[in-house]
Nanobody, 123 residues
Framework: VQLVESGGGLVQAGGSLRLSCAGS????????IGWFRQAPGKERDFVAA????????HYTDSVKGRFTISRDNVKNTMYLQMNSLKPEDTAIYYC?????????????????WGQGTQVTVSS
């Protein structure tokens, strides 16, 4: 089981980035796949997630209207489109997965993690 993130980088405030999370060794069917982020010196916080079976998505309040999850079932890949980025969005973004159980904002509910991708938003 492996999750691999990509797409991070440096962008100016107001810009956009699209992160990808590709799964291997398992299919996303019957899983919840989520994004968390961790800024220096802070806890790893929930950003967004999708219940692959139902297509239901859930976002933390601070990214609603700016971030959007999409998916590609054939490629077993989830995307996080991030628009109107702010300096406070700067963090390492991690992809995480859990089998069934519905969307959770609690990081300990996710046993599968990627290595993370850095997103830096300059002011």
């Amino acid at each position: 089981v492996q999750l691999v993130e990509s797409g991070g980088g440096l962008v100016q405030a107001g810009g956009s980035l699209r992160l990808s999370c590709a799964g291997s060794g398992f299919t996303f069917d019957d899983h919840v796949i989520g994004w968390f982020r961790q800024a220096p010196g802070k806890e790893r916080d929930f950003v967004a997630a999708i219940d692959w079976s139902t297509g239901n998505t859930h976002y933390t309040d601070s990214v609603k209207g700016r971030f959007t999850i999409s998916r590609d079932n054939v490629k077993n890949t989830m995307y996080l489109q991030m628009n109107s980025l702010k300096p406070e969005d700067t963090a390492i973004y991690y992809c995480a997965g859990r089998y069934y159980g519905g969307v959770s904002e609690w990081k300990n509910d996710y046993p599968y993690w990627g290595q993370g991708t850095q997103v830096t938003v300059s002011s």
